[in-house]
């Protein structure tokens, strides 16, 4: 089992910037691609950010693509996702997930274990 906790989520202003973080604990070794999600009130879950985690490969979706990065801290076991410029479209539920994957992966179903999440919210 991996244990995901994310933290780093809060109220901010447009175009200021935000930094979440994911703890992972457990059976790390397992699990080689993680990814960060978002999921605004009545819409669908969609990726954000992913990594590979042994080669520090991204992956970003386009609505973030040069405002977020993703980046990891082995001695931490913690990924984090830099945010910047943010948006009012940005508010959502961020959550972190890991798949027992070599590749990554953009469809959440593919995931296997995922963390509580953390809330954005980001006012005009």
């Known amino acids: 089992q991996v244990q995901l906790a994310e933290s780093g989520g809060g109220l901010v202003q447009a175009v200021a910037s935000l930094r979440l973080s994911c703890v992972a604990s457990?059976?790390?070794?397992?699990?080689?691609?993680m990814g960060w999600f978002r999921q605004a009130p009545g819409k669908e879950r969609e990726i954000v950010a992913a990594l590979k985690w042994s080669l520090g490969t991204t992956y970003y979706s386009d609505s973030v693509k040069d405002r977020f990065t993703v980046s990891r801290d082995n001695a931490r076991n913690t990924m984090y996702l830099s945010m910047s410029n943010l948006k009012p479209e940005d508010t959502a539920l961020y959550s972190c997930a890991a798949a027992r994957r070599l590749s990554i992966t953009t469809r959440s179903a593919e995931y296997n274990y995922w963390g509580q999440g953390t809330q954005v919210t980001v006012s005009s």
């Open positions: 457990g059976r790390t070794f397992s699990t080689d691609i």
